[in-house]
């Protein structure tokens, strides 16, 4: 009768254990099975139940087959074992071996499960018939010499006195001693103490008795000595035989310097990874992260212990498709490199931008075993790249803005000044009256336009003074609750002891009623609107990521709402002329690009932070002013009569020149027309009639207005001299600041405005 074979099967999932059991069906005949799945169910099938064969899952939950292998080594060491796994690597599969496991079969290739529990049946009738013969084989001296001798590990042998009995010839090459040196010594000659080392020592009596020591049965990592005192590391795994009767240990010794020289290159290029400001990351070949460094964690808020096992997909920000991800894993499939920019999101949300590459990694035979991704931060990087954008778009469209303004204010006040002399011939009731009162107010709404459009390109013409933002605004509250309505409540937050700024307050009141009048337009039933001063210094570490701001100290004045807000793709278009989100009634677009132009005219910065559904914030800083604010002189009186003269004009457009010249001559005054700069100045130098004032545009060809009024200057020492441009040229101002003692009047002007600006600059 044939014996019943026991069979122990160490599972947890039942269902894995049946399939394990149908596969044993398919090579075994007369057998009988038990699961279990605790340590403690382990040891009592040990005792009681005394397997023929242990099958084991790798993992348990509260159990590894590490730990039941080596309780069956203590136990029933020639029981065969074999671990049944989902997954396993090498070094594992190496670890178990080493403890004793006879084979290993991975679930996936269960069909070998069978075939592996006959080879360790097998590997057992071999052992124990080995066990038999061993004693044949000692005694067989010279053979067990010959493997030994052709060993490339040091093999030793330690009697049960605790000295070396043998010594092959990969020993001698290792530790320098021969032979007959290393016979007879005790092993720490050649061994540096250490703990393990110690235990054997204090353990080798038992071991003379019972074959078991501390070191027995284990792998340790020591440091050796050779003769001439050198250290070195080794690997020793020692196991115990009775010979005649008698315990002796066996070792077999690996120098591992190689491999500690490894590690350690591999520890310090670990470390190098660390200490990096770039993401490293490095997954599987299913993308299955393996490995980030600190950096990683750093900026995406993910700890090590959270994305370890987890896919890189966790970070995706939708904002590219599953083409731009499928493109790049064909693209590694194929062992090749990918490098891209990418927008991924961390874990509390945040955006961010990255420049990646990502490499595959190939074993000795080609084939790829992880991908490595390493990855620069360009967040910042991009943020300024797009305002720098920004800033040169705007003044793009400024420089634009600015030149058509200049062009349009010379045909507007050509349209202004014929209408207007028109209706000084015609009677107050003609019908035609009303057909010139509609062009001439068409002409100063374009006039307005045009205003707007020098203010956003900087070329309107303004007069700072020493003023404090506190005051202004609070003379402005009433005009802007009649502006803004009674459904909005204007709070005004001053900030003491306020330091005063260098600007137009006429410009000023037009910011804060342009950015009132667009805070109430977002505010569709009604809202708050909070206007707010401080002082600010801003250093160097706040200019780095907020482009065209200087380091310095500035005031703050701000202007908050609680409206619909702006998203993003508004934000990037807010300052741009005729850009809206209203309907035509609604607004020209110009209201904050005056906004913006009058801030950088008076050399500030202006940040407008605002999210869809949460309100608009506008803060605007002005450089501080540290000049005192001079006292106001007493105003002259003007001369009780009047007395017109001759007035040389010289202007090259056509018709602002004609216009120009009648407009003078109906009022009063003889013209001397001048139509190049060289003509004003040939006029002067030959001529010996007396003339009162040089009228001049700014802009002329060969020479400027300002370059004129110097030459005549020196040939009419005194000449009174009036400027006028469409816009202000740099010629006689910086940024459309006029120089102090220069008389200016800005085009398109009125018949009015004219007579009253060049009488004022005569009588001067």
Excluded at 228 to 247: C, I, Q
Excluded at 250 to 267: P, V
Excluded at 311 to 323: K, V
Excluded at 390 to 414: I, Y
Aim: charged letters at 25%.
């Amino acid at each position: 009768m044939k014996k019943i074979l026991r069979v122990l099967i160490v599972e947890d999932v039942l269902s894995d254990a049946e399939l394990a059991e149908r596969e044993l069906k398919t090579v075994l005949e007369n057998y009988t099975v038990q699961v279990v799945d605790t340590e403690e169910g382990f040891h009592r099938a040990l005792e009681a139940f005394k397997p023929d064969l242990i099958i084991s899952d790798y993992t348990l939950p509260l159990f590894d087959a590490i730990s039941a292998l080596r309780i069956k080594q203590r136990k029933c060491p020639l029981t065969p074992f074999v671990i049944l796994t989902g997954s396993m690597n090498e070094d594992i599969a190496v670890d178990c071996m080493r403890e004793g496991a006879d084979d290993y079969v991975i679930k996936q290739h269960i069909k070998r499960l069978g075939q592996a529990v006959l080879k360790a049946l097998e590997k057992k009738n071999v052992e124990l018939e080995s066990r038999r013969t061993l004693r044949e084989l000692q005694e067989s001296e010279e053979k067990f010499r010959g493997v030994c001798s052709a060993a490339q590990n040091a093999i030793i042998m330690i009697d049960n006195n605790g000295n070396i009995s043998l010594w092959n010839p990969a020993a001698e090459k290792m530790f320098g001693y021969t032979e007959d040196e290393a016979i007879g010594k005790e092993l720490h000659r050649y061994i540096a103490p250490n703990r393990y080392y110690d235990a054997y020592s204090k353990g080798f009596a038992g071991f003379q008795k019972t074959g078991r020591g501390a070191a027995v049965g284990k792998t340790l990592e020591l440091t050796a000595l050779k003769k001439d005192g050198t250290e070195f590391p080794v690997e020793l795994s020692m196991s115990a035989t009775k010979l005649k009767g008698k315990w002796n240990a066996i070792g077999i010794i690996s120098d591992i310097t190689r491999r500690r020289h490894a590690e350690a290159e591999q520890k310090r290029l670990i470390s190098a990874i660390d200490q990096t400001a770039d993401l490293v990351v490095i997954t599987d070949t299913e993308g299955t992260i393996q490995y980030v460094n600190p950096a990683f964690e750093r900026l995406t808020g993910y700890a090590l212990e959270e994305i370890i096992g987890r896919n890189p997909r966790i970070l995706h920000s939708g904002r590219q498709d599953e083409a731009f991800y499928r493109e790049m894993w064909n693209t590694l499939a194929r062992g090749e490199t990918w490098r891209g920019e990418i927008i991924n999101k961390g874990k509390d949300g945040t955006l961010f931008t990255e420049e990646v590459t990502i490499s595959p990694v190939l074993d000795s035979e080609g084939k790829i075993i992880n991908y490595i991704g390493v990855k620069h931060d360009v967040t910042k990087q991009r943020v300024l790249e797009r305002r720098l954008m920004q800033s040169q778009k705007m003044e793009t469209v400024g420089r634009l803005a600015g030149g058509v303004a200049h062009d349009f204010n010379n045909m507007l006040g050509v349209i202004l000044g014929y209408t207007e002399l028109i209706m000084d011939t015609i009677d107050l009731h003609d019908p035609m009256m009303k057909d010139l009162r509609e062009i001439q107010k068409a002409a100063r709404h374009s006039a307005e336009i045009t205003r707007q459009l020098l203010a956003f390109s900087r070329k309107q013409t303004i007069e700072p003074r020493i003023v404090n933002l506190n005051p202004l605004i609070e003379e402005m509250k009433i005009m802007l609750a009649r502006l803004l309505g009674e459904d909005i409540d204007i709070s005004f937050i001053p900030a003491k002891d306020l330091w005063a700024i260098k600007a137009d307050q006429g410009q000023i009141n037009q910011i804060v009623a342009n950015l009132g009048i667009n805070a109430r337009d977002a505010m569709h039933d009604g809202g708050k609107l909070t206007i707010e001063t401080a002082n600010l210094t801003i250093d160097e570490v706040y200019c780095q990521g907020h482009l065209g701001f200087v380091p310095g100290c500035f005031v703050m004045l701000g202007m908050s709402d609680n409206g619909i807000g702006m998203d993003r793709e508004t934000l990037a278009h807010v300052f741009e002329p005729f850009f809206t989100t209203k309907d035509k009634a609604g607004g020209t677009g110009l209201g904050l690009a005056t906004v913006y132009g009058i801030i950088k005219q008076h050399n500030g910065f202006i940040n407008v932070y605002s999210e869809p559904g949460h309100g608009t914030t506008f803060k605007l800083y002005f450089p501080r002013c540290a000049e005192k604010k001079k006292e106001a002189e007493t105003a002259v009186e003007a001369p009780e009569s009047f007395e017109y003269g001759t007035i040389l004009l010289a202007e090259d457009d056509e018709m602002v020149r004609n216009l120009t010249t009648k407009i003078l001559e109906t009022i009063g005054y003889d013209v001397l027309v001048a139509l190049t700069p060289g003509d004003a100045l040939a006029l002067c130098e030959k001529g010996n009639m007396n003339i009162a004032l040089l009228l001049t545009d700014v802009v002329m060809p060969k020479m400027s207005g300002h370059e004129l009024s110097k030459a005549i200057e020196a040939v009419r020492p005194g000449i009174k001299t009036l400027f006028m441009s469409g816009y202000t040229a740099d010629i006689i101002s910086h940024h459309g600041v006029l120089g102090i003692g220069m008389n200016f009047i800005q085009k398109p002007f009125t018949r009015d405005e004219l007579a009253k600006k060049v009488r004022e600059v005569i009588e001067q």
